[in-house]
């Protein structure tokens, strides 16, 4: 099922009696394709919750309309629109034993729709399979490890066959090991059903590691949609490409001269039909060479071996930050002895923003 | 789920959700409403009536909902007729005296509890708690027999001394206590800071809010207070007003007046429904933090 | 260190000389009294020492009238009360506009004087020579046939008393649901929602469930209340509850110790503990009902 945002905006009125509304989502207008895993990123606050909320049918929008399919079901109350949805701190009932949360939505359906207690009983015993639990149906939320009431909440938004999945933070109250593997997990679960699921986290790395697509927002604004891999190597405007990507994007205040990127007195890259102007100037980690004669001379700082990569940390003037990140393979060795590294850079790892704006200043074949 | 494809069915849906809720929310803004009529009623009724003149209040066999001659005549004889005035002092005085005295003794023995260690300390505080449990009634004969025995009846130690501790506050203001951190106390102690000194400027002060809660609890419950006065008093001199209003329903200003009853009634009333619209926030965070009533 | 124990003592000393005075002491010399046959108030002597006061107090009409009123008072407003406070709670909780305005409103009578409101009450339902009251006119209007409630028939005094109390014990039992439902995880509903639960169902599995504890907490301090009644009666019917048939056990408590019929401690002290473990009974048989309910 796809799922349709159109023109899609949401205001809340302001806490305090003059102020002005607060746009939690504005003007979202984009597409999610079947069956795909769609991460919505952005920092807390950036209105993707909302975004979510929306979709399921908990909020209602101030403006626009949400399709699934050829349904309009922008007004449409959460139990119509045949949405699965796991919350935050998953919401498991915790009187009731796993089995019975995970039937929970079959014994709410009514009509034509209901079913018989053996089918229920079928349907839970399947979803719990799914998503391995099956020997834990007799307990108690509260008799369970973080990781497992996940799996009971992933249970209880998919067995009712929903068209669209919902996941709001989903790894957020795992610990980093845990985190590791269920994302994985959730990356096979929605391979196995097929459902499209969507999915809200701040984690970038979350993200990136397991989405078809991802959607990153910034104050109720859309920034970037796209697969994982374009985002970061094409970024649309500087809070994109600083979001994305550890270590970050490292940024320097810099400047368009005749063709060339300069950063103070440094010609960098030539970038050829730029127009002159200030620049900030975006290098990726992976992006530097070690080089003795290259064009960017920063101040050494440390060396931080990581075994397959070696981090270099710098200093330069024209920084907006504390330090240069630089990971360079391992085999390419740093002369502790001086006080200085050298650099160069690679172009397609160099993205130029506009210093007003922000936004990308595309050059050469980018 | 229904794979209802039908836009037309979907609309419907959604229509019927929406009227539906619409429909919902009437009936319980009614509903509600109709509860704060039956809550507000009466305390209309009592202002009502309470202006109301004596003669145009007993010609109304059909009382009116409103009046065009307002009279302040009432609360004249409120205050003339019988000794409303002093029954007022002499229940800001009980108020005071009692609240005041029970917040020094509730205090210093919140701050033994939480902050001092003594021999003994853990199986006194197992006592204290038990007696939470203890109602009223049981040990008001004894002490209405000591008050008496002590001369006591008709003063207002009489009055004062049996309410000025309460578990309940006690324990209330210790657990509050416990929360401000160890460091600050040693790091009074380091400076050469005396425990009563470091109650005062630095426990106190930072539980404010609970105390202030308290005190508010306190006085109110002070206000309303009623069984004890009666049973303590029955020198007029010595009425609270919960002792003054029954003495005007029985005896006051025949059983006629009622408006200069109402009148009385709002008197009495006003000062805790002032203190009520001050601090509503407070008061209801205190009590539903664990008060019962009385 | 031994400074140290005096100290701590000392600090405790005013609550315990105050606690040990009017609370511990009295304690036992209620029992002590409670068996001391022929106590004179004015000597201070007694006779003898048994159960005759238990017994005399037994077969008291009196006691027996004051017994039976505080029974069908704690009957009818525990349920009631916490039923209607319960629904006005759900009620308030599902709504945003005016709530605060509302809950204020609803808390009012938890701080006005009993005895002052109780009397407002009366002139409502008294008739009199002048005026049947409001209550009554309103009760012709919709075709019925007025009723004295303050000094008619038994029923109708026990109706307005119980409509009273319930009146008075309102605020507190809905500001403690309504904090209770605040504090249920919005999630649960949003998740309930989006699986597309009833109100109805939201109400009973969710809901309820979570909630039980306060509602079972209001329960029994409920009834511990309500077997306290007094003042509400005082209030309505004046300090001669013997006389107006609508005495409470509490009330008699206080008549045999003070007032017309008074000077009796001993009648009292033996009165106060059969109230005593009457509402000890109750509240262990609550106990009970809730710990099964729990297990299964």
């Known amino acids: ?366 | 789920m229904s794979q209802v494809n039908d836009q037309k069915t979907l609309d419907q849906i959604s229509r019927a959700a929406k009227t539906r809720k619409t429909i919902l929310n009437v009936v319980i803004y009614v509903f509600l409403a109709l509860w704060g009529l039956i809550v507000l009623f009466p305390f209309y009724w009592m202002l009502l009536t309470s202006i109301k003149s004596y003669s145009s209040y007993n010609a109304e066999y059909i009382p009116k909902f409103f009046t065009l001659s307002p009279t302040l005549q009432n609360y004249f004889d409120a205050f003339t007729t019988v000794d409303l005035g002093r029954y007022f002092l002499n229940t800001i005085i009980f108020t005071v005296a009692t609240t005041a005295l029970m917040v020094v003794v509730i205090t210093l023995a919140a701050f033994a509890f939480a902050r001092l260690e003594f021999k003994g300390k853990n199986a006194a505080f197992g006592i204290f708690l038990s007696l939470m449990m203890i109602p009223t009634e049981l040990v008001v004969i004894t002490n209405f027999v000591t008050i008496t025995n002590w001369d006591m009846r008709n003063t207002f130690w009489g009055l004062i001394l049996p309410s000025v501790t309460s578990v309940f506050y006690i324990y209330l203001l210790k657990e509050n206590f416990e929360q401000i951190p160890d460091e600050l106390y040693k790091a009074a102690k380091v400076d050469g800071t005396s425990d009563m000194k470091y109650l005062l400027k630095v426990m106190i002060p930072i539980c404010k809010p609970t105390m202030v809660t308290i005190v508010i609890l306190k006085v109110i419950e002070c206000w309303n207070s009623y069984v004890w006065p009666r049973l303590i008093t029955d020198d007029a001199k010595y009425f609270l007003v919960s002792n003054g209003i029954q003495e005007i329903r029985e005896n006051g200003f025949g059983r006629e007046n009622i408006p200069a009853m109402m009148a009385a009634v709002m008197v009495i009333s006003i000062p805790l429904i002032i203190l009520f619209l001050i601090f509503h926030k407070k008061i209801m965070e205190g009590v539903s933090r664990g008060g019962t009533k009385g | ?296």
């Not at chain 1, 989502?25 to 394709?33: H, S």
């Not at chain 1, 979001?243 to 970050?248: D, E, I, K």
């Not at chain 3, 408590?253 to 017309?260: C, H, I, N, Q, T």
């Open chain 1, 1 to 366: 099922m796809k799922v349709v945002l159109d023109h899609l905006t949401k205001r809340f009125p302001s806490r305090d009696k003059n102020g002005s509304d607060v746009i939690a989502v504005n003007d979202f207008d984009f597409e999610i394709p079947d069956g795909k895993l769609i991460g919505l990123l952005g920092p807390s606050g950036c209105g993707k919750s909302t975004t979510l909320n929306l979709i399921c049918g908990l909020e209602a929008p101030s403006d626009g309309k949400i399709w699934f399919g050829e349904d309009d079901v922008t007004n449409l109350p959460p139990e119509h629109r045949g949405v699965g949805m796991v919350f935050q701190n998953y919401a498991l009932y915790p009187h009731l034993t796993v089995r019975k949360n995970i039937m929970f939505p079959l014994q709410n359906l009514k009509g034509a729709d209901k079913l018989s207690k053996e089918e229920m009983e079928a349907r839970v015993m399947k979803a719990a399979k799914l998503v391995q639990i099956d020997k834990l149906l007799d307990r108690k939320p509260s008799e369970m490890s973080g990781g497992q009431q996940q799996r009971v909440a992933i249970a209880r938004a998919l067995v009712k066959t929903p068209r669209v999945l919902l996941l709001d933070e989903p790894l957020s109250n795992l610990d980093a090991r845990l985190r590791l593997q269920t994302r994985e997990e959730i990356s096979r679960i929605q391979k196995e059903t097929g459902v499209t699921t969507i999915f809200v986290t701040h984690d970038q790395e979350e993200a990136m590691s397991i989405s078809d697509m991802i959607v990153v927002m910034k104050d109720g604004i859309l920034q970037q949609i796209g697969k994982p891999q374009d985002v970061y190597d094409d970024p649309a405007n500087l809070f994109v490409a600083k979001f994305l990507g550890t270590p970050p994007i490292n940024v320097f205040e810099g400047f368009v001269e005749n063709g060339w990127v300069m950063i103070g007195d440094e010609k960098i890259l030539e970038v050829g039909e730029v127009e002159d102007k200030p620049v900030w100037v975006g290098i990726r980690p992976e992006g530097f060479v070690l080089d003795e004669n290259g064009p960017l001379t920063c101040e050494l700082e440390r060396v931080e071996v990581m075994g397959r990569d070696t981090s270099v940390v710098a200093r330069h003037e024209k920084l907006a930050g504390e330090t240069i990140r630089a990971i360079i393979p391992a085999e390419n060795k740093v002369d502790t002895s001086k006080n200085t590294v050298n650099f160069r850079v690679k172009s397609f790892k160099v993205h130029l923003f506009d210093r007003e704006s922000e936004e990308r200043i595309y050059f050469g074949d980018k």
């Open chain 3, 1 to 296: 260190m031994k400074n140290n124990n005096l100290k701590g003592w000392l600090y405790l000393l005013p609550a315990i000389l105050f606690l040990g005075i009017f609370m511990v002491y009295p304690l036992i010399d209620v029992v002590v009294y409670s068996f001391e046959e022929g106590y004179n108030f004015a000597s201070q002597t007694y006779r003898g020492v048994g159960g005759y006061n238990f017994s005399y107090v037994l077969h008291d009409p009196f006691f027996l009238q004051a017994v039976k009123n505080t029974f069908i008072l704690v009957i009818i407003t525990v349920p009631l009360s916490t039923g209607i406070a319960l629904l006005i709670s759900l009620a308030l909780s599902s709504i945003k506009p005016l709530k605060e305005l509302f809950q204020t409103v609803f808390f009012l009578p938890y701080v006005t004087n009993t005895l002052a409101v109780g009397l407002v009450f009366m002139v409502l339902f008294k008739k009199t020579a002048y005026s049947d009251g409001m209550i009554n006119l309103l009760i012709q209007a919709f075709g019925g046939s007025s009723v004295d409630f303050i000094d008619g028939p038994y029923w109708a005094k026990m109706l307005v008393t119980c409509l009273y109390t319930i009146w008075v014990v309102m605020p507190f039992k809905i500001l403690i649901l309504t904090s209770a439902l605040a504090s249920v995880n919005q999630q649960y509903y949003n998740a309930a929602k989006v699986d597309g639960t009833s109100k109805f169902r939201i109400f009973t599995r969710i809901t309820l469930p979570m909630i039980s504890p306060m509602i079972f907490y209001l329960i029994i301090t409920g009834f511990i209340g309500a077997f306290k009644a007094y003042s509400d009666e005082v209030a309505l019917f004046g300090t001669n509850l013997n006389a107006a048939g609508m005495n409470t056990i509490v009330g008699y408590v206080y008549d045999m110790l003070y007032g017309d019929s008074g000077g009796y401690p001993s009648y009292a002290s033996a009165a106060a503990l059969i109230l005593f473990a009457i509402v000890l009974t109750i509240t262990v048989i609550n106990l009970m009902i809730r710990g099964k309910s729990n297990a299964a």
